[in-house]
């Protein structure tokens, strides 16, 4: 990926700066992903307790959101060199996401509403559900893969869920991909973002 001419701070807050500053110097300083995720968590925990650091438009769904099902995919900041991305995911009540990769590590964490979460690992090409999960707001877990790396998300609550995700690349631009969960048969993915566009081929 090309990189960018600098960071951007899509929202642009003392909060996100200081949290970018922290996880930044986190990374700098751990000996492995796991190293560094343990570093982030007081942060990230507290990012997730702060009812005031989303503003409204970071909330909104997105019809023709790249998830699909009125998904928006909001950056709120990539790094640069494009190894750090931070953005909320709003699903809809009662729309789900694709069983979809990351490929990089970092840390999900529910903001809003509830969420049914299924795991899956992938084996020979084929795919097994390891764990279903419902987090609460507040509730997080490092995703180190191929730890946690393909899942599915489906909101459960009467409103949207917002979940927050710090991540070691520039996901929504990255080419990733889905999965049939049944056959296993993966396709490339790229989601985009609701607020910026992916210039890469
Ligand atoms: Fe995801």
């Known amino acids: 990926m090309q990189p960018l001419d600098g960071d951007e701070f899509l929202l642009d807050t003392p909060v996100v700066r200081g949290f970018v500053a922290a996880v930044r110097e986190s990374i700098a300083a751990a000996v492995s992903a796991d190293d560094a ?15 005031a650091c989303l503003p409204a438009r970071f909330r909104e769904s997105a019809p ?17 060199d494009r190894s750090l991305s931070l953005f909320s995911l709003v699903v809809p009540p009662g ?5 979809h990769n990351h490929l990089a590590w970092g840390l999900v964490g529910l903001y809003q509403g509830t969420q049914d979460e299924e795991i899956y690992a992938e084996h020979d090409g084929a795919l097994e559900l390891t764990e279903s999960r419902a987090p609460r707001p507040g509730d997080f877990y490092a995703l180190i893969p191929p730890r946690d790396d393909i ?23 990255v080419w990733r991909h ?9 396709q490339p993915f790229r ?11």
Request: net charge negative; aromatic share 6%.
């Open 178 to 186: 889905t999965f049939d969960p049944e056959s296993g048969e993966r």
């Open 37 to 51: 995720c343990e570093s982030i968590r007081p942060r990230f925990a507290e990012l997730l307790a702060d009812r």
């Open 64 to 80: 023709e959101g790249g998830m699909g099902g009125g998904i928006g995919q909001w950056l709120l900041f990539r790094a640069g």
């Open 95 to 99: 729309s789900e996401t694709p069983v």
């Open 151 to 173: 899942h599915r998300v489906r909101t459960t609550s009467p409103a949207s869920s917002i979940s927050i995700h710090l991540l070691t690349n520039d996901t929504g631009c």
């Open 191 to 201: 989601s985009g973002y609701v607020n910026v566009a992916c210039t890469d081929p």
